[in-house]
């Protein structure tokens, strides 16, 4: 059974930094392609990051210089550093997977998705 449980998650202060960790089971991990999504209240689901098989990673503008995105491939973690958190940053954070990086970038979502865990940024 494939299951990505995120954990991590929680309220901070504007500046402020949190790690999320997204834990992989029932996949062969090291193969995966992963990611990071995030969506707030009336918005859209957004890609955050990603990291591919062997570790090269792509973000969003928003959060360039900020979050860092990893994996740990003997460990089946995914992770995600955010520092200077801002209220926009604020949304339920999803980690997700698929074989295919390519996924993360057409229509069709990827194949695995966790149930997300909040983030909350109070200025």
């Known amino acids: 059974q494939v299951q990505f449980v995120e954990s991590g998650g929680g309220s901070v202060q504007f500046g402020g930094s949190l790690r999320l960790s997204c834990a992989a089971s029932g996949v062969a991990f090291s193969d995966f392609a992963m990611g990071w999504y995030r969506q707030a209240p009336g918005n859209q689901r957004e890609l955050v990051a990603t990291i591919d098989k062997r570790g090269r990673t792509n973000y969003v503008d928003s959060v360039k210089g900020r979050f860092t995105i990893s994996r740990d491939n003997a460990k089946n973690m995914l992770y995600l550093e955010m520092n200077s958190l801002k209220p926009e940053d604020a949304a339920v954070y999803y980690c997700?997977?698929?074989?295919?990086?390519?996924?993360?970038?057409?229509?069709?979502?990827?194949?695995?998705w966790g149930h997300g865990t909040q983030v909350t940024v109070s200025s």
């Open positions: 997700s997977g698929d074989l295919n990086l390519a996924r993360f970038y057409t229509v069709k979502p990827p194949q695995y």
